[in-house]
């Protein structure tokens, strides 16, 4: 039960094919002539049967052709066929490579396969390739070198192109897969295989669309967490390709959306096909995610500026050496090398100066990678310069990336790096891209870190009294609220906002400016209007009673002119902000499809399309994700102390970010949302004017189903008393946890690690901590005890240490109804009901999941775990799999 539910897909060790009549190539299809060329072409190790539909045999004949795997490359009418044979030969996995089939006979073929228990990757897909294992299932090519790099991709011409190219830059791939329009296992399934594939080291993928947002996240931030993952999609949509009652809804389109879920997913994007292929050598290379900060050595001055402008251009850093490493190392380089930025060894530079200024950045803390650009120079060897760096590429500890200038002389020197696995590229702006892509994955991996509840540690909001006012709109048959329904939402989640009174006619309006304190703001109030500049309903620092009377009067009149069809409630007033310095931002809410409610951040003001300065994230969100929206943003530069003015309270700004998120979270009736402006300065902020537009939900979204990314549920954390006295507590996993984990594990017995994870490992290895800490609480979840005790430090002060004394996990099998679940509990710990409790709050989450059923596997060696779990009520089983082990089940949800 460990393998992976699409190992007989990937790893097969017995595959039967469906091509036609192998013996009469012109009876066969094209595609199943190359998939049989392709697949004799090397020794597969395993078990290959040729079938054809169309021959004479019985049903005996079928038992002795099982296989893992069957290959169905026929005419489309033939392929469902094809696929019951399959069934009945206990395939657990199909590929079909026939092309030609519409979405609703793939439908019938889903189907099918679902019936037989097959997984099926396609129809109107290329197949896979699997070079460690000699095993080309595939029309796309050649067998593509072995290598770490993992290849997926919704296109069969851009699989076929990237295969072609990878052959001559020496970039070999563990799989490589193509997906079709229409395929059953889909890029989520994919993706969560490569990221527990061991032969995998980074997956680049090419993308066109998705369907599951939810999964797909959940795949892709799994894979991220094991690996580098670089994306690059297809298909940009260009915002304001829709109608919208917000200026956020206008301004945001559905590409800036996609960004901002692969930054929290913690992949990496590119935008370009050369980037792509960039990425690929950079990945396939030994490097991994690293800093911002960028050394050059160059020969040349030229080359070695531009390089410095791209750095700049895409917002990196330039690495530079100290003055006392400097000083090393000029004694060290031709006497007209300088060093102030630029590492410029001069046109006099050669193979030991190269190597010396190599040397000394990768010593330097404060450079985290290398370029070394080399111009072809007269009496210059340049393949001498390329030897010497090629054998510093095992020693060299930050990423290092070449660039060989020019083209006709250089080709050797470039065979050469390649050879040594150093990515090298044709131009300084390329090879600052490709170090690019390794520093946005590491800033990514850290958003892909963060996991944030709901629900703040700010005062509790009114959720109950904001679910009233949303549920008494949507009973009206309205969508969008007024100004001030908007204001008492966001008041309603303690997000300051201006205290505002609706004037019904003009000696109201009077009184109430009157009461409020002048200058104040006159604002028409209207569920028809989405912006009220748009038709003069909008007048600023009027001073007395006579211009609030004249101001209504003609208002009214401009509005009934120039859109006569409004509905009309009447006219706000409200203070005028006394912020005399305070910037002018702006945060929106947006719901995409499919990736769902999406938080915007930027400037703010009347003409905010006009400086379209957005950055979003996907909710929730923490104090760390809130501060790095802003600072994503162009107007944070103004933030800061800025022309005399004080720098503006961003704390202030965090809070009503985390406000927000707590709305999308908690109301998942909310579609879109302008607080626009809020006027922040050195004080604090307060919104203006706010703008929400709701619509009716499905029940289920109570339970965040309408959030790409999971919050991580707080709520289920509760104190448990503990046999013999004293208690601990009980809660989900969260990433902050590894190193407690680290050390529960390393406390173990030899024997409780055994039994857990049928290994003599002492310690967690870093992929597999990652995984066991950073969890999709959709799909999975582990829940830790943590005991604190008291003890004196050595400072002779008491001090609480907490550490974990057990854990229970689930994960969901394929079947998506199905669950596998673990438990172990510390050893000085056993004996105390942990055991029990652990595995009673993990059968109740996973019950509240909807999943039917709950099982494992137990060392049929293991009496202890076999005892707790018949007093739990499990059923013990033999495994037919595996005499060692005991399968125990235990239902769920009553019949």
Known sequence: MDKHFLSSLFSPSSIAIFAGKTDDPEAQTSQARALHQAITAQHFAGKLVFLDINASGTLADLANAHADLAIIALPAAEVAAALEIAGRIKCHSAVVISSGIDAAHAAELHKMATRDGIYLLGPNCLGFQRPHMLLNASVAGEMANPGPLALVSQSGALTSSILDWSRKNAVGFSTVVSLGPNTAVDMAQVLDFLASDVRTHSIVVYLEGITNARRFMSALRAAANAKPVVVLKAGRKHAGNRAALTHSGTIVGSDDVFDAALRRAGAVRVRSFVALFSAAKCLASRYRPVGRRLAIVTNGGG??????????????????????????????????????????????????????????????????????????????????????????????????????????????????????????????????????????????????????????????????????????????????????????????FHIPVTKTILARNPNEAIMIATQLGFPVALKIDSPDISHKSDVQGVVLNIMTAVGVRDTFLEMIQNVARLQPDARINGITIQN???????????????????????????????????????????????????????????????????????????????????????????????????????????????????????????????????????????????????????????????????????????????????????SSMQELPATMLSRFTLIDYDREMALVAIHTDNSMGEDGQPQEISRIVGVSRYITNPDRSTCEFSLVVADDFKGLGLGSRLMLSIMDFAREKGLAEIEGLVLANNPNMLKLMKGLGFKIKSFPEDPDFKLVTHLLQSS
């Not at 190392?329 to 031709?334: F, R, V």
């Open 576 to 758: 005028m902000s006394n912020q005399k310095r305070g910037r002018e931002v702006c945060v929106g809410l947006v719901t995409d499809q499919p990736f769902g409610p999406v938080i915007a951040f930027g400037a703010g003001g009347t003409m905010i399309e006009l400086i379209n300065d957005r950055t979003m994230e996907l909710p929730p969100l923490n104090q760390f994700l809130a501060r790095r929206l802003i600072e994503r943003s162009r107007v944070f530069e103004t933030l800061g102390q800025w022309r005399g003015a004080p720098a503006a309270d961003i704390e202030a700004l965090e809070q009503i970010l985390l406000r927000v998120s707590e709305m999308v979270c908690e109301l998942p009736q909310l579609r879109e949302m302008d607080i626009n402006p809020i006027i922040v300065d050195e004080s604090g902020a307060l919104a203006v004017d706010a703008r929400i537009v709701i619509d009716n939900a499905a029940p289920s979204a109570r339970h965040y189903n309408h959030l790409a990314i999971l919050p991580y549920p707080s709520h289920y954390e509760q104190v448990c008393p503990m046999a013999g006295g004293g208690d601990y507590i009980v809660r989900p996993v969260h990433p902050d946890d590894a190193t407690m984990l680290q050390a529960f594990v390393r406390s173990l017995s030899p024997e409780s690690r055994y039994f857990r994870f049928v």
């Open 303 to 492: 080359p070695g500026v531009l390089a410095a402008d791209w750095v700049t251009e895409i917002q990196l850093d330039l690495g530079r050496l100290t003055p006392e490493q400097a000083l090393q190392l000029k004694p060290l380089l031709p006497s007209q090398a300088t060093l102030s930025d630029l590492i410029d060894l001069s046109e006099e530079a050669g193979p030991e100066h190269y190597r010396a200024a190599i040397d000394a950045a990768s010593k330097a803390p404060q450079i985290d990678g290398i370029l070394a650009i080399y111009s072809p120079k007269v009496a210059m060897d340049g393949d001498a310069v390329a030897s010497a760096i090629a054998g510093m590429s095992r020693q060299a500890s930050k990423p290092l990336l070449t660039c060989w200038m020019g083209d006709a002389s250089v080709g050797s020197s470039r065979k050469l790096l390649t050879d040594a696995v150093i990515p090298t590229f044709r131009t300084p702006e390329a090879a600052v891209g490709a170090f690019g892509n390794l520093a946005s994955f590491y800033q990514n991996q850290q958003l892909l870190q963060q996991t944030p509840p709901p629900l703040s540690d700010l005062a509790k909001p009114d959720v109950e009294g904001a679910r009233l006012l949303i549920e008494s709109v949507l009973a009206e048959r309205r969508k969008v609220l007024t100004e001030m329904e908007s204001k008492a939402l966001l008041a309603a």
